[in-house]
C-alpha cells in the first residue's frame, strides 16, 4: 500500500520561529491527509483534516497545505505549548498509515 | 461524551493469545467504522486493523494480517481484536479509535482510548 515519509525526523527552534514539517505519500491520495500532535503521555490530537482543514479549537498558528503527494505543516510561530511529536496520516481507503513522525522541541 | 476503554493488555509469551476490548459510549457506535492502532514503546503511530460498522469489512496492516483478527459486538458497543501467535515486536500501547464525521474510513481519527499495554516477553 502506500507509504507516508515524514521530514525531518526531528527539529528544534526557537519559541517564535516559523516551522515546516513535509509529508510525502508514495502515491497519490488528493487531500486525504490529516496531521495529529502527541505530546509525551497523551494520546494523538486531530489538528488538520483534509490537508487545510483546521479542526476546531486549534490554534490558527498552525496550518496545512497540500495535494497528491506532496504535503506540509506549518506552525507559524512556535509557542512552548507546541512541544510534542507530529504525525501525517493517509485516510484514503481503510488503510490508515502514518508517517515516522518529528519530533519538534524548543532551541 | 465520546468514551472509549480498552481492556484486556497484559503480559503473554511470545506464540500466545490476548484479546483486547474497547468499550464505546456517547456516540452512535452501530454506525461509525473503528479501528485499533498501536504504539511500541518510544516508537511512532501504527495502524493495525479497521472494520467497517457493520463488521462485515475488516482491513489489516500487513504486520499482524493472518494473526490478528478485529471484530464488533454492536449490541453490546464493544470493539475486539484477537491477538494470536504473538511477537516481541507487537510489545505496545494498543488504541481504539473511531472515525472523524460520518465515521467511515474516508475520515481521520477522532476520537482515542487511553489505550491498554501488550508485552510479549518471555
Known amino acids: 500500500d502506500i507509504q507516508m515519509t515524514q521530514s525531518p525526523s526531528s527539529l528544534s527552534a526557537s519559541v517564535g520561529d516559523r516551522v515546516t514539517i513535509s509529508c510525502r505519500a508514495s502515491q497519490g491520495i488528493s487531500n486525504y491527509l490529516a496531521w495529529y500532535q502527541q505530546k509525551p503521555g497523551r494520546v494523538p490530537k486531530l489538528l488538520i483534516y483534509?490537508?487545510?482543514t483546521l479542526q476546531s479549537g486549534v490554534p490558527s498558528r498552525f496550518s496545512g497545505s497540500g495535494s497528491g503527494t506532496d504535503f506540509t505543516l506549518t506552525i507559524s510561530s512556535l509557542q512552548p505549548e507546541d512541544v510534542a511529536t507530529y504525525y501525517c496520516?493517509?485516510?484514503?481507503?481503510?488503510?490508515?498509515?502514518f508517517g515516522q513522525g518529528t519530533k519538534v522541541e524548543i532551541k | 461524551e465520546v468514551q472509549l476503554l480498552e481492556s484486556g493488555g497484559g503480559l503473554v509469551q511470545p506464540g500466545g493469545s490476548l484479546r483486547l476490548s474497547c468499550a464505546a459510549s456517547?456516540?452512535?457506535?452501530?454506525?461509525?467504522?473503528m479501528s485499533w492502532v498501536r504504539q511500541a514503546p518510544g516508537k511512532g503511530l501504527e495502524w493495525v486493523s479497521s472494520i467497517s460498522a457493520s463488521g462485515g469489512n475488516t482491513y489489516y496492516a500487513d504486520s499482524v494480517k493472518g494473526r490478528f483478527t478485529i471484530s464488533r459486538d454492536n449490541s453490546k458497543n464493544t470493539l475486539y481484536l484477537q491477538m494470536n501467535s504473538l511477537r516481541a515486536e507487537d510489545t505496545a500501547i494498543y488504541y481504539c479509535?473511531?472515525?472523524?464525521?460520518?465515521?467511515?474510513?474516508?475520515?481521520?481519527?477522532?476520537?482515542w482510548g487511553q489505550g491498554t499495554l501488550v508485552t510479549v516477553s518471555s
Open positions: 479509535a473511531n472515525f472523524y464525521g460520518s465515521g467511515s474510513y474516508y475520515n481521520p481519527f477522532w476520537y
Open positions: 496520516q493517509k485516510y484514503n481507503n481503510a488503510l490508515g498509515t
Open positions: 456517547g456516540f452512535s457506535f452501530t454506525t461509525y467504522a
Open positions: 483534509a490537508a487545510s
